[in-house]
């Protein structure tokens, strides 16, 4: 009985001197910074960052960035941006297991396709980067479960043709 009551005191003990390390670290949570991961466009004209709060979409104008668009249609942490090189396209890669892809035109990003990335019916992982190709004929998605997705970009059509 002594020994449970001494247990339950340390036990105590150390939850109240965790609780303002705790506090500070929600506090710091709060403050944290929105982007982590960063792309320009092909013609430096967007910057696109992305992190816990969405992507938010930057346009340059005289030589300042200006916030013009934040994009929250994924529902967790955006882990990766990516323009095509002909700048058509922006993808985006999250922990909710979505790649998004927009189609940008005139300041305006429009989402045109979401895709669910799985490896089977029950298996589920994040994605942790999206990258086109040079010549923007390719799309490859890459997750948390060692595998690379690649689609085929096609006049706005995005159809998956491998998994490595």
């Known amino acids: 009985m002594k020994k449970s009551i001494l247990f339950f005191s340390i036990l105590l003990l150390t939850v109240i001197n965790a609780m303002p390390q705790a506090l500070q670290t929600k506090i710091a949570a709060d403050l944290r910074p929105a982007s982590k991961y960063v792309t320009f466009s092909p013609d430096g004209k967007y910057m696109a960052t992305a992190g816990w709060q969405g992507v938010r979409i930057y346009e340059f104008n005289s030589g300042k ?3 013009i668009k934040t994009l929250k249609d994924q529902s967790d942490v955006v882990r990766s941006v990516s323009f095509s090189p002909d700048g058509k396209y922006l993808a985006t890669g999250s922990y909710d297991k979505t790649v998004n892809i927009y189609s940008v035109s005139g300041g305006s990003f429009s989402l045109i396709k979401t895709q669910h990335y799985y490896q089977s019916l ?43």
């Open 65 to 67: 960035p200006v916030l």
């Open 122 to 164: 029950y298996t589920l992982w994040p994605v942790n980067s999206v990258s086109f190709s040079p010549d923007g004929k390719y799309l490859a998605t890459g997750s948390d479960d060692n595998t690379v997705n690649i689609y085929s970009v096609s006049g706005g059509s995005f159809s998956h043709i491998k998994t490595l």
